[in-house]
């Protein structure tokens, strides 16, 4: 049973699931975001980098399930060169400017957790628990309906949460 704190503004944030999630997928992966990205959508992504001799993998989030002419988001880690991470939109068959983060948050063999928090604004994204980037949207993040991961990776999980302010 909560009780009312009496605060003004006092949050807690709730999740709920918005669809089932992904379970050990095959890599390439694309899929359906049903309903599409909403303001308040969490997506995270669970898996391990593979230690192979490819160097990249990406997480894109597109405008249809074959449509990779138009990714709202394109999240790009890349090992070569000390490793960083590209951030691109495409629109229409074209890149826009690169964003780079030279900074790897990922280790060949390791785990990862990546959470994408979408707002009005920007993907807000988390890895392993910290936070990493934000990346303003380039387009309406609103048509986006599904997400695909490519490259050197194992996805082991993905899930669709939404937040749901709740009082105290």
């Not at 944030?13 to 990205?37: C, H, K, S, W």
């Not at 138009?70 to 090992?79: E, G, K, L, T, V």
């Not at 392993?128 to 082991?156: E, M, Q, T, W």
């Amino acid at each position: 049973m909560q009780s009312e704190s009496g605060h003004e503004g006092d949050e807690e944030l709730a999740f709920r699931d918005t669809q089932p999630p992904y379970i050990n997928l095959p890599v390439p992966f694309t899929g359906r975001i049903e309903g599409g990205l909403q303001d308040g959508h969490k997506v995270t992504v669970m898996g391990r980098v593979l230690s192979t001799d490819e160097n990249r993998f990406s997480v894109n989030f597109q405008t249809g399930i074959s449509d990779t002419n138009n990714i709202a988001f394109h999240f790009n880690p890349r090992f070569d060169g000390g490793g960083y991470v590209v951030c691109n939109t495409r629109q229409q068959g074209n890149w826009g400017s690169e964003a780079k983060k030279m900074q790897m948050p990922f280790q060949k063999g390791s785990e990862f957790e990546i959470c994408f928090d979408v707002d009005r604004s920007s993907f807000k994204v988390t890895v392993n628990g910290s936070i990493f980037l934000d990346y303003v949207h380039r387009v309406p993040f609103d048509k986006v309906n599904a997400i695909s991961i490519c490259g050197c990776v194992h996805v082991s999980y993905i899930s669709f949460q939404i937040c749901n302010p709740l009082p105290c």
